[in-house]
């Protein structure tokens, strides 16, 4: 079990970027897969990304594919999920998580959250 902290969250034209971060407290942060989901206005929360523990393997949406990528320091506990080429729908409030289930959503931890809006 760890706490997360969101940061990076804005509003920013579509076709540019954002980096958020997440920093986890706790000394097993690295023992963690993490991962990202969002959740849109009027929409059921959906996976995103996701990064098993040593930052080897990773996971994605067919949504983001090519363009966001989702890291990790362990040396840090710190998530990171670079969002390039944005798109309008890629507006949401973007959760980090531990421990993700990418079917069910569900977690054993949760950022608050940081809202991502992306306008034309």
């Known amino acids: 079990q760890v706490q997360l902290v969101e940061s990076g969250g804005g509003l920013v034209q579509a076709g540019t970027s954002l980096r958020l971060s997440c920093a986890a407290s706790?000394?097993?942060?690295?023992?963690?897969?993490m991962g990202w989901f969002r959740q849109a206005p009027g929409k059921e929360r959906e996976f995103v990304t996701a990064i098993n523990w040593s930052g080897g393997t990773t996971y994605y949406a067919d949504s983001v594919k090519g363009r966001f990528t989702i890291s990790r320091d362990n040396a840090k506990n710190t998530v990171y999920l670079q969002m390039n080429s944005l798109k309008p729908e890629d507006t949401a409030v973007y959760y980090c998580?531990?421990?993700?289930?990418?079917?069910?959503?569900?977690?054993?931890?949760w950022g608050q959250g940081t809202q991502v809006t992306v306008s034309l």
């Open positions: 706790g000394r097993t942060f690295s023992t963690h897969a």
């Open positions: 998580a531990a421990d993700p289930v990418v079917k069910t959503g569900v977690a054993s931890a």
